[in-house]
């Protein structure tokens, strides 16, 4: 009955109850608003019509039907069952009245007139303003994550980028490093720079091409989470909650795929196949076959701690647990830092050690300047003229920088850095060289150094351009 009603206080113009029902000399009755709006789109001076009878009227004169108006005001004051706990919106159905309800199952308006209400039985229905604060909640949570992903993407790019730049510059430094190599040898050893190159070649192509795909893809998926943040963006700008409520189905399947993780793997370049020493290397392998003769390199007694005990020839070293042996003080002599030096020193050349350590938990090596402090506890930093490498907690090895620089050992310790004109060699893992930040004075005299706190075996080998391969077995603590 209360739809029959409501059927006779509809306005044929907006399919609406009446707002200020009037008439003008015919039987039918329009909102003043709807009947204005229709006369303003008739000729300027022309005659008006009623839009159902057709009849026209000259200058009809609009009259206000008291009556009606509060036949429509007590109607809409009326607790209909479907509009009980509907709160009143300011939009109205195209076809209807105003919308009360939304369903977010759905994504869409729900109108009582226009939908059944079993459409919309086992759904989640709820008001225009929870539903406002609720799809605007979401649409928040998924800007952030849009945003989030942006950002990370935006990182992966970057760094792609340097790596990409760190490869290429990798790359060229390479090529020059095994150019210079191999033209300190001699005519025969041309096809073996040429294999090496080739397969830097390939090996440079392959990550390139590999950073350059993912580069491609994320900055595809970056474009997706941009135009997903610009769709968001764009829907939450509407001021008007029918506005923006309207266009959340289609907004969410705009959306879709607009998301993505940012996952950034990447081999990495495979700096450790041409790191190490080429010509101590390519020598070994070259003359595996032939014995080469040793020459010594022996430790400086002068400047061992009291705890070490040396062989009578200097090339072992212990650590005596027990006691401090009752040596002669001496200004080279280390008097707290267990340590040793080598007994020859050097100012220029490049120089290499193959070191075999047995299995302890802890050790130092490196070079040292030859002016370096002996006495007192000592910083063993490049700034203090020490340039070592320490292997610490069982199998942590760490470049002794300010601060230390953990290095990533992915193979055995075999690599020394070369300091042109200088020539600091350092024994460090191959797979992640550093130049260390400060260089002695090229006239300075440096001599390997060794300090350690537990028994250890090792074996020293320095190479020259003019020297062969040189094994001496260390005893070092």
């Known amino acids: 009955m209360a739809c029959c009603l409501k059927d006779e206080l509809l306005c044929s113009i907006c399919l609406s109850i009446y707002q200020d029902p009037v008439s003008f000399g015919c039987e039918h009755y329009f909102c003043r608003k709807c009947i204005t709006e229709h006369w303003s789109r008739q000729e300027p001076h022309g005659v008006r019509d009623c839009p159902e009878c057709r009849r026209t009227f000259a200058d009809p004169l609009l009259s206000p039907s008291l009556k009606l108006s509060n036949i429509v005001e007590r109607y809409s004051a009326f607790p209909l069952d479907a509009i009980l706990n509907a709160q009143r919106s300011s939009y109205p159905c195209k076809d209807h009245e105003k919308v009360k309800l939304f369903c977010l199952s759905d994504k869409s308006l729900v109108c009582f007139f226009c939908d059944e209400p079993a459409l919309h039985e ?37 760094l792609l980028q340097r790596q990409l730049t760190e490869t290429k510059s990798s790359a060229k430094g390479l090529r020059a490093t095994i150019g210079e190599a191999f033209e300190r040898l ?15 070649e390939t090996d440079t192509a392959r990550t390139l091409s590999d950073i350059e795909h993912k580069i491609q893809r994320f900055s595809q998926q970056l474009r997706d989470v941009k135009e997903g943040i610009g769709i968001l963006q764009e829907r939450l700008n509407e001021t008007g909650r029918h506005d923006f409520l309207e266009g959340v189905a289609l907004t969410s399947e705009r959306i879709k795929g607009k998301i993505h993780e940012t996952n950034l793997t990447y081999e990495d370049f495979p700096t450790s196949k041409y790191m190490g020493p ?11 076959d032939i014995s080469p003769v040793p020459a010594a390199l022996t430790l400086d007694p002068i400047t061992a701690h009291q705890r070490l005990i040396l062989s009578d020839d200097c090339t072992i070293v212990a650590y005596g647990n027990l006691h401090p042996q009752p040596l002669q003080d001496s200004p080279r002599r280390f008097d707290v830092e267990v340590s040793v030096l080598g007994a ?28 370096v402090s002996r006495k007192g506890s000592i910083q063993i930093q490049p700034s203090r003229g020490f340039y070592c490498v320490v292997m610490h907690d069982g199998n942590q090895y760490s470049a002794c920088t300010e601060p230390w620089t953990r290095l990533n050992v992915k193979s055995k310790l075999e690599k020394g850095e070369d300091f042109p004109g200088q020539a600091l060699p350092l024994l460090q893992p191959w797979a992640e060289p550093r130049q260390w930040q400060e260089r002695p004075a090229a006239e300075n005299q440096h001599r390997a150094s060794i300090r350690a706190t537990h028994r250890v075996t090792l074996q020293i080998g320095l190479l020259t351009s003019t020297l062969p391969e040189v094994r001496i077995p260390t005893m070092m603590t």
Do not use: C, P
């Open 344 to 371: 020859e020193g050097f100012g220029s050349g490049v120089h290499y050690w193959e070191v075999m350590v047995s299995e302890k938990t802890q050790w130092m090596i490196g070079v040292a300047n030859e002016t």
């Open 278 to 288: 080429l010509q101590y290397t390519i020598w070994k392998s070259l003359f595996q």
């Open 122 to 158: 086992q759904h989640q229905v709820t008001t225009i303003d929870e539903a406002y604060e609720e799809i605007q909640r979401e649409m928040k949570e998924q800007l952030a994550t849009l945003q989030d992903s942006e950002k990370g993407h935006t990182e992966a790019l970057q």
């Open 186 to 200: 001699q005519r025969f050893l041309r096809e073996r720079q040429k294999a090496m190159l080739e397969e830097l």
